[in-house]
T-cell receptor
Framework: DTEVTQTPKHLVMGMTNKKSLKCEQH?????MYWYKQKAKKPPELMFV???????INESVPSRFSPECPNSSLLNLHLHALQPEDSALYLC???????????FGSGTRLTVV | DQQVKQNSPSLSVQEGRISILNCDYTNSMFDYFLWYKKYPAEGPTFLIS?????DKNEDGRFTVFLNKSAKHLSLHIVPSQPGDSAVYFC?????????FGAGTRLTVKP
């Protein structure tokens, strides 16, 4: 298995909803990442987990809450989002701190 | 603070010719550099990478060159094919962090 799987592929949520994005990899990678990508912009780093511990938090608002239950799973819990949070949310994993990253196909999130 | 810069938002080349995409970085901590190709509504697809201990890495039609003193890397695609048309992102990683450039949209005309 050489893929990073993200679910759901599309999500529409209201500003008062609570939802979660899920990411899974079975490549034995010990670093996992959340990126946010707006249209026609590069991916922006949000969070980095290394060996299931949060190592980087790029000053992301608390309405985004990451969770790493184990080395294969990475979740992003969403609560009270704003319409400007609508974007493509990408999960990635890598074998070590640097090197080739494998990206999932992303979750297209729309906040209404 | 843009640590990785791709100054050309777009590039158009004729099929069969060489495509050269450029990237500059500012952070000396970066020690691994990558190029990704991205189609709309999909995650970036890894293309080719280079470690800071090398100055060239070749994979088929794709070659990445690294000039550490200039903090500059480039991606050469030879020969370019219409299927290469996409947005190409340069990325730099180090210390558990990876940053992307703004991307260059490559159009290869038949």
């Amino acid at each position: 298995d050489t893929e990073v799987t993200q679910t759901p592929k599309h999500l529409v949520m209201g500003m008062t909803n609570k939802k979660s994005l899920k990411c899974e990899q079975h490549m034995g990678h010990r670093a996992m990442y959340w990126y946010k990508q707006k249209a026609k912009k590069p991916p922006e780093l949000m969070f980095v987990y290394s060996y299931e511990k949060l190592s980087i938090n790029e000053s992301v608002p608390s309405r985004f809450s990451p969770e790493c239950p184990n080395s294969s799973l990475l979740n992003l819990h969403l609560h009270a989002l704003q319409p400007e949070d609508s974007a493509l949310y990408l999960c990635a994993s890598s074998q070590r701190d640097s090197g080739g990253y494998t990206f999932g196909s992303g979750t297209r999130l729309t906040v209404v | 603070d843009q640590q990785v810069k791709q100054n050309s938002p777009s590039l158009s080349v004729q099929e069969g010719r060489i495509s050269i995409l450029n990237c500059d970085y500012t952070n000396s901590m970066f020690d691994y550099f990558l190029w990704y190709k991205k189609y709309p509504a999909e995650g970036p697809t890894f293309l080719i990478s280079i470690s800071s201990i090398k100055d060239k890495n070749e994979d088929g039609r794709f070659t990445v060159f690294l000039n550490k003193s200039a903090k500059h890397l480039s991606l050469h695609i030879v020969p370019s094919q219409p299927g290469d048309s996409a947005v190409y992102f340069c990325a730099a990683s180090g210390g558990g962090d990876m940053r992307f450039g703004a991307g260059t949209r490559l159009t290869v005309k038949p």
